[in-house]
């Protein structure tokens, strides 16, 4: 039985270093910035249609009033929302998951 457990624990061992070459050579085969040319060459929606048609109508764009393309900010928010959101889900986390909300009409009148 022990033979069966070491020889698992190797398997599982090994899948997983497998598994993060897999993933490692994924990520930095994949995770690469297209050249400026081909960028100008493909905009996106909104340079080539909301851009057009704000032009046409007298609308120009602006700067807003929080850039968040620059630095961290919409990561920072991003990680506000996810800890507003998990405190809310883990302070209510009995009553989603497992304690049962009394059916209505069914009340214990004594």
């Given amino acids: 039985m022990s033979k069966l457990i070491a020889h ?53 764009a602006w700067t807003p009033f929080i850039n968040t393309d620059q630095g961290d900010l919409l990561l920072f928010v991003f990680l506000l929302a996810g800890t507003v959101g998990g405190f809310a889900a883990g302070y209510s986390w009995r009553m989603l998951v497992s304690e049962k909300s009394p059916k209505a009409g069914s009340c214990n009148k004594t």
């Avoid at 190797?10 to 297209?34: G, H, N, P, Q, R």
């Avoid at 960028?39 to 929606?45: F, L």
């Fill in 8 to 60: 698992s624990s190797w398997f599982v061992a090994k899948t997983v270093k497998i598994l993060l070459a897999i993933a490692a050579f994924l990520f930095f085969t994949t995770s690469y910035e297209l050249p400026a040319s081909c960028a100008e060459k493909w905009p996106g929606v909104d340079e080539s249609v909301v851009e057009k048609y704000a032009k046409e109508h007298g609308r120009e």
